[in-house]
């Protein structure tokens, strides 16, 4: 026989007894969709990044370009580690020399060793594209988050400068305003690259926020009496970050290209400074004698390139369903 | 018998597991007749539902068992040709949302005609007229003029109505309602189901309305059927479950809804949330909720007893229950 | 009596004691009687509809409340509800101060908040908090429960020095039946009902004395809302919270609230006390409402009178003038047009004593009793039914308004009843396709 039947069980919540609600609330806490088994107190709390991060761990896609780009860092801090040489020591009688011993991918034009510039040449794409992405992604996100977050003046005056710098085409404004810069270091570059990318970011980082300053626990934070500080940095931010960062770690390949694109056309990095983009043009009129000395150095830069791209693109997996 | 679905099951296969989203239902819907399946979230209608119409996605979504027997042919043996066929002209689903359901960048009239268009091979000017007799009868005003409209010009409670027109164009014999008035004000709700019905009266077709709203069921219904985590619990004729229902969940649902016409003290509330589908409690799956619980609960799933002439409750102590008014 | 006065004074003095009369009906609820601490007048929110790239140019305003005058006692709770569109998701906002008034005022405990602006506004928002409808985004996904309830007490660090926050989050969080060990937790962890307690938490965290609660159980289960309603009621008791409890379901309102009010098109159009609004309607708005408010009892289709309100719901943009209901009202004339009806009792009621006798907003206002009283839908088996169910529908063939002289031509024809209870005459139009846009029609 039932112990107690639904009725009696009826008029002991209508006397007003507690029922069970605490109790009930904490034997069957319901488990999160993505989260570990359990349903007691010792279940880890789980945050959305730390599920993020367990997707993007088992991504095929991540690990790989995960692991090239780590290599890449690593030699370009360190590229005595696997090139021993110097890649500024050229001897114009080995020019145009095929693969030899000791020198893997032969000889440019001006009789260096391709390995060890392809080697070197990673420090400067590396720094490019990461100093660049830094640099855009800070001015980027904070003037697109202000425009996005106050509206009216702010958001009209730097959606009009965003479509200004939209319209300055990427290649030719690098060949006028780089073409009177003499430093051969990457500095110019960087900064160039910075200056036509932020706009990019910065739409993305209103709309973003603009998303976000829409939720209710914006508006809760505002009715509990939160200062605008506070509701841009502990609510809108870490709510809105994620489309900036996937789009600034894609970015990040196409600033790289951008780097060797300029540096081909003679006017990103200079010699003495070693770069693929420098190596590539050089190496271009020789392409049907001597391909070995385009071919390195393009497909170095291609790969690169590919890492990175595909970075962003497991970054994007791993962020975009979970964070609405 | 129009539809008979029998011991259908459907798993999702996800990455923390399988999900058994319906676990061996039975429900059956004759000409004219309307079928309310209750339940909440979890509890698998709306899966059942898009099983039947064969709009499930099917991985990570797998049929894992059962028959869908409509018109006496089994659709779920059926090629997909003839499937789809049926799918479009002999029933029709009507969603919650109408707004998403329906397509923003093409009229009212466009959308509607072209049912006639690909089914019937009718000429645009012949589906246009027949949009706007659709209209008309779903009685929306001025449905001349507004043929032209696009859906977002239109309230909720017209869009509503136009999805039903939609799923009536080709006259089909069954109409599968997924929660269609959850979205909307009271008063148009009042509107939409009184049409509905009027068209299914006139019609004859077969309804099954999916709701979790006791007091619309009570409206429109002929009979029930309630399921929690993916089985039926209880199915009765309409009049008799509210007074007697025979499953401790169905009282429970019954006894915590606050009555329009009463006010009381403290609500009844079915204490614990529903179950996580991927790890449905052994035995019944409302034990851990329920009131009446014993062992036996926890070991034996419960089949459906029979407790009256068309009534069953998958409950061990379905007659305590009935007993204890 | 006093002619000039009367009408005010008595009506507070009646008012409260009504009110009294109720909570003391209301278990445990400790209500302090006095001053009303929450009054509301003449409040006005219109948003503005431009046109124009560089220079915008008004062009009209979307009027979404237009004039909403009512107090709140101590402790009670009132109920506002009303269809989409009417505004009443807007007057919590402005009550919370999420949006600034176009016109009108708020007095809490006599000083009007809306003037108010920096230190002294957010000392006030200590005292006024508000709940929520979606428990899916009213938490932030990515901070802790912890934070999430603790983070009013590091807004407001003069309620709780640092050292004592973690206990006062621990204990709201067993105050709205949730284990405290789940501190560390995120959001997306619980479930919609849970969710939505951490929502209520947060809102008591400053110890506030009016809640507003925006649709707080409307998207949740419906076996998970009666365990929030009797949350929020037992907090009531408790804590001696006055709510403003907005919803769109009117049974869960009738429920909880001491006094209800009905909004249509930004304005209240009736208000009183639960029993008065819902067994003595005098606006055909409300009676329309609540006649369409489907009850769990398969019996209740069989001799139930149904009002269909035809049309659609006016834009708040161009709202009609005078009376803003007249476009979809059954007794609408020309006076309607001309004249916009004033939220008072009505004159018809103001010397009697019955209880039809609270503000509605109407020139025509009769009482109309639409939901059944409590225990007629009581199921009879067999041919009793019948009868009974003749015996009630005569009285309210009875009791139907004379006066009402609906414009279109009297429609014979009845919507098909359904074959025991016999047919009330008919006296408006019924049916829908020959109607004229702007009226209604009664089913029996």
């Known amino acids: 026989m039932p112990e107690q039947t639904p009725d009696e069980a009826i008029s002991a919540a209508g006397a007003g007894a507690p029922t069970d609600l605490a109790l009930a609330e904490g034997d069957s806490l319901e488990k999160a969709p993505g989260g570990p088994d359990g349903t007691g107190p010792d279940t880890k709390p789980q945050s959305l990044w730390s599920d993020a991060w367990r997707d993007l761990r088992r991504n095929p896609v991540f690990i ?57 040449g990673a420090r400067n794409s590396v720094t490019v594209g990461i100093c660049s992405t830094i640099g855009v992604a800070l001015i980027g996100s904070v003037l697109g988050a202000l425009a996005g977050f106050f509206g009216g003046w702010w958001d009209a005056v730097l959606s009009r400068l965003t479509d200004i710098f939209f319209g300055i085409p990427v290649v030719l404004g690098g060949l006028v305003f780089l073409s009177v810069v003499t430093s051969s270091t990457v500095w110019p570059v960087i900064g160039f690259i910075v200056l036509l990318g932020w706009p990019q970011i910065a739409r993305i980082a209103r709309g973003s926020v603009i998303t976000a300053k829409h939720n209710d626990y914006v508006q809760a934070a505002r009715a509990l009496g939160a200062s605008n500080g506070r509701m841009m940095l502990r609510h809108i931010a870490p709510n809105a970050v994620a489309p900036v960062i996937v789009v600034a770690t894609i970015a990040l390949g196409t600033y790289i290209s951008l780097e060797a694109t300029l540096s081909f056309l003679g006017v990103g990095l200079k010699p003495p400074a070693v770069s693929w983009g420098i190596d590539i043009s050089a190496a271009s009129q020789y392409i049907r004698n001597a391909p070995h000395m385009l071919l390195w150095p393009a497909g170095a830069l291609a790969v690169t390139v590919l890492a990175f791209i595909m970075l962003g693109d497991a970054v994007r997996d791993a962020l975009d369903p979970k964070l609405r | ?103 923003p960048v093409l009229t009212v009239g466009e959308q509607l005609g072209e049912m006639y268009v690909v089914h019937r091979g009718m000429s645009r000017k012949d589906a246009k007229a027949k949009a706007v007799e659709l209209m008309d009868r779903v009685r929306i005003p001025a449905a001349r003029e507004r043929v032209g409209n696009y859906p977002h010009q239109f309230s909720g409670g017209m869009r509503q109505r136009i999805m039903i027109a939609m799923a009536l164009a080709l006259e089909p014999s069954l109409i599968i309602a997924d929660e269609p008035t959850t979205a909307l004000d009271v008063t148009v709700q009042a509107q939409v189901m009184d049409l509905l019905a009027e068209l299914q009266r006139e019609l004859n077709m077969g309804l099954i309305l999916i709701t979790h709203d006791l007091g619309v069921v009570a409206d429109v219904a002929d009979k029930i059927a309630v399921m929690y ?67 036996v609960c926890r070991t034996d799933v419960p089949p459906l007893y029979d407790v009256a002439e068309h009534r069953q409750s998958a409950c061990h102590f379905w007659k305590e229950t009935l007993d204890a008014r | 009596m006093h002619a000039d006065h009367s009408g005010r004074k008595e009506a507070r003095e009646e008012g409260e004691a009504a009110r009294t009369l109720l909570s003391k009906s209301r278990q445990g609820n400790a209500y302090a009687g006095g001053e009303p601490i929450l009054e509301v007048r003449d409040l006005v929110k219109h948003y503005p509809l431009t046109q124009g790239i560089l220079i915008k140019k008004q062009v009209g305003a979307v009027k979404a409340v237009d004039g909403v005058t009512f107090d709140l006692g101590a402790g009670e709770t009132l109920g506002v509800v009303g269809e989409s569109g009417c505004g009443k998701s807007t007057v919590a906002r402005l009550l919370v101060h999420l949006e600034q008034p176009t016109a009108g005022s708020i007095r809490y405990k006599g000083e009007d908040i809306t003037k108010l602006s920096g230190r002294a506004l957010k000392a006030v928002r200590r005292n006024i908090q508000m709940v929520f409808q979606d428990p899916y985004t009213s938490l932030n996904p990515r901070m802790t429960v912890g934070d999430i ?30 284990n405290p060990e789940y501190i560390n937790r995120y959001p997306h962890q619980f479930s919609g009902g849970q969710r939505q307690r ?73 208000i009183g006390t639960d029993a008065e609004i819902y067994d003595h309607p005098t606006h055909p708005y409300t009676q329309a409402l609540l006649s369409a408010v489907p009850v769990p009892d398969p019996m209740a289709r069989e001799y139930r009178e149904r009002i269909i309100l035809h049309g659609d719901v006016p834009s708040p943009a161009n709202p009609p003038s005078g009376c803003r209901f007249r476009t979809r009202c059954w007794k609408a004339q020309e006076r309607c047009e001309l004249e916009v009806p004033l939220l008072a009792v009505p004159a018809a009621f103001r010397d009697t004593d019955s209880p039809a006798r609270h503000p509605s907003a109407c020139h025509f206002a009769e009482e109309k009793r639409v939901v059944p009283p409590e225990g007629t ?42 074959d025991t209870a016999p047919e009330v005459p008919p006296e408006g139009p019924a049916g829908g396709d020959e109607e004229p846009p702007s009226g209604s029609s009664r089913v029996s």
């Open chain 1, 64 to 120: 790989i370009s995960a692991l090239i780009i780590l290599f890449l860092v690593v030699i370009s801090i360190w590229p005595q580690l696997i090139a021993s040489g110097d890649p500024l020591d050229c001897d114009l009688g080995k020019a145009q020399e095929g693969s030899q011993s000791g020198h893997p991918f032969g000889y440019d034009g001006q009789g260096c060793d391709v390995y060890t510039r392809v080697v070197y």
């Open chain 3, 377 to 418: 839908l009581e199921p009879v088996p067999g041919e009793g039914g019948q009868e009974e169910a003749a015996d009630r529908a005569a009285e309210r063939a009875e009791e139907a308004p004379p006066g009402a002289a609906p414009e279109a031509a009297p429609d014979t024809a009845p919507e098909a009843a359904p």
């Open chain 2, 229 to 295: 985590a993916g089985r039926i619990v209880e199915t009765s004729p309409v009049h008799d479950i509210y007074k007697a229902p025979a499953h401790p969940y169905t009282k429970g649902l019954l006894a915590s809804i606050p009555r329009l016409d009463q006010k009381g003290q403290e609500l009844y509330a079915i204490k614990g949330l529903p179950p996580n589908l991927l790890h449905i409690p052994p035995g019944c799956a409302f034990n851990p909720r329920c009131p009446m619980a014993q062992d």
């Open chain 3, 149 to 178: 309830i603790g983070e009013p007490y590091e807004i407001h660090p003069e309620v709780a020095p640092k050292g004592d926050r973690r206990r006062k989050v621990q204990d709201l969080l067993d105050v709205v039946g949730l």
């Open chain 3, 198 to 270: 951490i929502g209520i938490a947060r809102g008591l965290a400053l110890n506030p004395e009016i809640i507003v609660a925006d649709e707080p159980v409307s998207a949740l289960d419906v076996s998970v809302q009666a365990q929030v309603v009797n949350l929020l009621d037992r907090l009531q008791a408790e804590f001696n919270l006055s709510y403003v409890f907005i919803a769109h379901d009117l049974s869960i309102v009738r429920h909880i609230s001491d006094r209800v009010g009905v909004m249509y098109l930004g304005r209240f159009v009736e």
């Open chain 2, 1 to 103: 018998m129009l539809l008979e679905v029998r011991d259908l099951h459907v798993e999702f296969h996800t990455r923390d597991g399988v999900v058994k989203a319906v676990n061996g239902v039975n429900y059956s819907v004759a000409e004219g007749e309307t079928l309310a399946v209750l339940g909440e979230s979890g509890s698998g209608k709306s899966v059942t539902a898009q099983a039947v119409m064969g709009i499930l996605d099917m991985p990570p979504g797998k049929i894992a068992g059962g028959e869908i027997l409509f018109k006496d042919r089994d659709l779920l043996k059926m090629k997909k040709e003839e499937r789809r066929k049926i799918r479009g002209q002999e029933m029709a689903m009507i969603f919650q949302d109408a707004l998403s359901s329906l397509n």
